[in-house]
């Protein structure tokens, strides 16, 4: 069985042998790769849909995996019990349905000691409830595939997860002088921000056009708001190139 470029690097995340849950399992692809290949000793598949909940039955089932793998259908983190997993992955959502499905499901999280999340979009709540819940950012990931580009962030829990969050959300200093602060760390990553690939570029120099195209169509509006906003947006995209700049630099 191959996974995608983006399931891959998930399953990566996962320690050998671990007990997971996999929250919007769709397909269950990524569950039953991580059973058949000892990644996992045991998985749940966890859906709230029809559709999806009953492919995952039949990947499980033709994968004769069913001993090793339950499907459940339910919301979020629903479907397990307090310390029935020590590892959770949720994967191909929104940032802000991440953090609700986390929140909503707090008490699940007791015996928890691994998150594996790619948000598609933003990462930055993720980061920010990674930090106020008492989880440390061991490693963020960033991979193109398909012309999409996505983040894989894992999270541990550690008694030490607030020490630790408050040096690496410290302030940064780039190579160009330019000191990032916390709410942009949150936004890039505290790890990407000193150690940037060509995805990572290639991701923010998307997000600047972006922004650009919403500032042109802010700045058609007689609204005194939008002369606010406007003025907020071209803050931010200023910000964001000094970052790039700096990126740049040294690239060839
Ligand atoms: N995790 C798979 C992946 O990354 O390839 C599937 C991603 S798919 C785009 C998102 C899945 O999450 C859908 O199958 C959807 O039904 C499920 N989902 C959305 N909200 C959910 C929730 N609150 N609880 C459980 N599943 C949910």
């Known amino acids: 069985m191959k996974l995608s470029a983006r399931l891959q690097v998930i399953a990566e995340e996962l320690l050998l042998g671990c007990r997971m849950a996999d929250i919007g399992s769709d397909h269950a692809l990524l569950p039953v790769y991580a059973v058949k290949n000892g990644k996992a000793s045991y998985a749940v598949a966890g859906e709230v849909n029809d559709g999806p909940l009953e492919a995952a039955q039949r990947q499980v089932a033709e994968a004769g995996e069913h001993r090793r793998i339950s499907v459940r259908k339910g919301d979020g983190l629903a479907v397990i019990s307090p310390g029935e997993v020590d590892t959770i992955t949720i994967a191909g959502m929104g940032g802000a349905l991440i953090v609700s499905i986390l929140s909503g499901g707090r008490d699940k ?6 998150l594996v ?3 598609n979009v933003g990462e930055e709540f993720v980061r920010q ?6 989880w440390y950012l061991e490693k963020e990931q960033i991979l193109e595939e398909d012309g999409k580009i996505y983040e894989v962030l894992t999270a ?5 997860a607030d020490a630790l969050n408050e040096r690496l959300y410290q302030n940064k200093v780039m190579d160009g002088g330019i000191v990032v602060s916390k ?10 921000i000193l ?8 991701k923010w120099q998307g997000e600047i056009a972006k922004l650009e195209n919403i500032c042109r169509q802010v ?13 907020e947006l071209r803050q931010e995209i200023e910000q964001l190139k000094e970052v790039l700049a700096c990126w740049q630099k040294d690239r060839p």
Do not use: C, H, M, Y
């Open 117 to 119: 999340l790619q948000p």
């Open 129 to 134: 409830w990674l930090v106020e819940n008492g």
């Open 195 to 202: 150690n940037p690939s060509s995805t990572l570029l290639k």
């Open 219 to 231: 700045a058609l509006s007689d609204q005194e708001a939008s002369r606010e906003r406007e003025s």
């Open 156 to 160: 541990i829990a550690d008694p030490g």
């Open 109 to 114: 999280l007791e015996g928890v000691k691994r």
């Open 183 to 192: 709410p942009w760390l949150l936004k890039i990553g505290p790890r990407f």
